[in-house]
Each structure stands twice: as structure tokens, then as C-alpha cells.
């Protein structure tokens, strides 16, 4: 990966996340970057393209953190999946420039269709196990809905009228796990309030401990 273009893009993800990123212009990430324009332009062919950029390696981010966070214990694959889920609504719910550039984010079918393809590579592998003999084909449509899922609830805290954010939760990774075949004790498990629970001190330790500003969308 060209060093221009992981500059460009942690320049970028710092001022869509302090400033927004309908204000945010190639203008500023240019003097921001120290890039040229023309060097910008070799890597992305617009703002948007930098900004899904900096989306999709996002759940890279994520599922690092997670794998990190429980590597000396023993979680299942829907839990990690809950987990790496679990970071953007937490961050969604508790910071706001977070919550501002994540629905911008979901609001271009564009970034949404394309975290969509590199999620569902991620959910046959976590959840492969009950869903024997489906390849990738399977999960996309699946992933792209439970994307689009995402979206309507993190749409319903930015417009001022939130669900409870356990509601929102426990519903979510209903509906999901449900899409993805698990089976009905995983689903109870992972809904049940303990659960919960554990999640959210888990990545609240997750977020603290790393600092916001050095994370991705």
C-alpha cells in the first residue's frame, strides 16, 4: 500500500471526524496532507472515494481489535461478529462526530454496496458453520440487507427521535443472526441482557483504550 495513499487517507479520516464530512474539501486534505493535488487525485478520484476508503478499512480496524481484545479467551464466531458490530453503534451512540460521519457514510449506496462486499467475506467465514455448502454469493444479499439494517437505526439517533440504543442492539443482532442462519440458543445468547452487557463494557474498554482519534470510521 502506497504511503501517499494511507497519508491521505488518516489525514482525511481526522477532518471528516472533526469537522464532518460535507465540510470537508480535497482543498483542506491537500494542505493537510502535504500531498499534491495531483498525487490525491493518482490514488482517488474524488472525496468520496477517499472517504469508502477509509469506511471499508474500518471493519478491518475492527475485527482486528476484537481478535486482539479476546485472543486468550475462548468466543464463538457469532460473538466476535456481535462484537465487531457492536463497535459501530457504540460509537454511533456515544460520539457524536462518529455518529455524523457514519450516516453519511450509509447514506451513499455506493460505500454501502462496497462495505457490503467486503463484509460478507468476513460472514462466511464467521458464519459458514450453519450455513454448510453457501459460498459467497450466499451472504452478500444478506450482508448488503443487514447493512442497509445498520443504517435505518443509525438514521433513527441522527434524526432525534432514537430507540433505546438496548432496543436497537438486541434487535439488530436478532434480525441478523436470524439472516444468517444461527441457530435459536446462539441468538437467545447473544440477545439475553448479560450479553449485552459484556458487549458494551467490553468495547466501551475497546474505544477507551486505544483513544477515538486513532480510530477509523
Known amino acids: 500500500m502506497s504511503d501517499v495513499k494511507t497519508r491521505v487517507a488518516e489525514v482525511a479520516r481526522e477532518l471528516f471526524l472533526s469537522q464532518g ?16 493535488t495531483g498525487s490525491i487525485y493518482h490514488f482517488y478520484k474524488n472525496k468520496e472515494e477517499i472517504f469508502e476508503y477509509t469506511a471499508i478499512s474500518s471493519f478491518d480496524l475492527y475485527r482486528g481489535l476484537v481478535a486482539d481484545y479476546y485472543k486468550d479467551a475462548e468466543i464463538s464466531n457469532a460473538y466476535s461478529y456481535s462484537a465487531v458490530t457492536f463497535i459501530t453503534f457504540y460509537l454511533a451512540e456515544y460520539y457524536s462526530n462518529f455518529l455524523d460521519v457514519i450516516y453519511e457514510m450509509y447514506r451513499s449506496s455506493t460505500i454501502t454496496h462496497h462495505i457490503a462486499e467486503h463484509a460478507a467475506r468476513y460472514n462466511l467465514e464467521w458464519f459458514g458453520e450453519f450455513n454448510p ?4 454469493d450466499y451472504f452478500y444479499p444478506r450482508t448488503l440487507a443487514m447493512e442497509g439494517c445498520i443504517y435505518s437505526f443509525v438514521a433513527n439517533k441522527y434524526l432525534g427521535s432514537p430507540i433505546p440504543f438496548r432496543t436497537r442492539i438486541k434487535t439488530f443482532f436478532s434480525i441478523a443472526l436470524s439472516t444468517y442462519n444461527a441457530p435459536k440458543d446462539v441468538i437467545d445468547e447473544i440477545t439475553s441482557d448479560a450479553c449485552i452487557d459484556k458487549l458494551e463494557a467490553d468495547i466501551g474498554e475497546i474505544v477507551r483504550g486505544i483513544g477515538t482519534t486513532k480510530m477509523e470510521l
Not at 464530512?21 to 499534491?36: C, D, L, P, R
Not at 455448502?133 to 459467497?136: A, E, I, L, V
Open 21 to 36: 464530512y460535507n465540510q470537508t474539501t480535497i482543498k483542506q486534505i491537500v494542505a493537510a496532507s502535504g500531498v499534491q
Open 133 to 136: 455448502g453457501c459460498d459467497y
